[in-house]
T-cell receptor
Framework: GAGVSQSPSNKVTEKGKDVELRCDPI?????LYWYRQSLGQGLEFLIY????????KSGLPSDRFSAERTGGSVSTLTIQRTQQEDSAVYLC????????????FGPGTRLTVT | GENVEQHPSTLSVQEGDSAVIKCTYS??????FPWYKQELGKRPQLIID?????GEKKDQRIAVTLNKTAKHFSLHITETQPEDSAVYFC??????????FGTGTSLTVIP
């Protein structure tokens, strides 16, 4: 079946602009995760959804970051007033029920802020 | 919050030798420890995981050990092959909602 997909695959934006990143999880997966991977760094946890609900948003780096999920499926990560330090690969993952089960990652969106 | 440290950052081994990657965690409440493999240009994939009620888990050439007292866990790869070359990430989680990843180990297996 289809895996996790993300769009766009690459995004170049000017500092100060807003960007929206999209994640389509595996059909039927109730849990969805967003991570940020900077060059040479590990995966930084951003936010987790169970269904449409995000119980804990404390992983978001600043109030410029927000995320939502609708219909228990597609999720969008929005970064307002982008800064150069936001440049990274943003990875989305989904899991069948969340918790201690395998996460399936998408290919990521490479964001470059100039 | 949880802090996961991973060592070494790079590791080169001869084909056929063993490779060991170590991670430490700070929060004693962490109870789930997955390992992900990320090949160049590809997405991370789960290779093995362990829960805190188990001290060791094996899957063919891969094993993970957990020492809850010392708060560290390790990935062991035996009889390494060139296709094992990748970046390996450890992670820790308490609830399965938030995952804290190490900074990765770049493993190179020399033929």
């Amino acid at each position: 079946g289809a895996g996790v997909s993300q769009s766009p695959s690459n995004k170049v934006t000017e500092k100060g602009k807003d960007v929206e990143l999209r994640c389509d999880p595996i059909s039927g997966h109730t849990a969805l995760y967003w991570y940020r991977q900077s060059l040479g760094q590990g995966l930084e946890f951003l936010i987790y959804f169970q269904g449409n609900s995000a119980p804990d948003k404390s992983g978001l780096p600043s109030d410029r970051f927000s995320a939502e999920r609708t219909g228990g499926s597609v999720s969008t990560l929005t970064i307002q007033r982008t800064q150069q330090e936001d440049s990274a690969v943003y990875l989305c993952a989904s899991s069948s029920v969340g918790g201690f089960y395998e996460q399936y990652f998408g290919p990521g969106t490479r964001l470059t802020v100039t | 919050g949880e802090n996961v440290e991973q060592h070494p950052s790079t590791l080169s081994v001869q084909e056929g030798d063993s490779a060991v990657i170590k991670c430490t965690y700070s929060d004693s409440a962490s109870n789930y420890f997955p390992w992900y493999k990320q090949e160049l240009g590809k997405r991370p994939q789960l290779i093995i995981d362990i829960r805190s009620n188990v001290g060791e888990k094996k899957d063919q050439r891969i094993a993970v050990t957990l020492n809850k007292t010392a708060k560290h866990f390790s990935l062991h790869i035996t009889e390494t092959q060139p296709e094992d070359s990748a970046v390996y990430f450890c992670a820790a989680s308490i609830t399965g909602n938030q995952f804290y990843f190490g900074t990765g180990t770049s493993l190179t297996v020399i033929p």
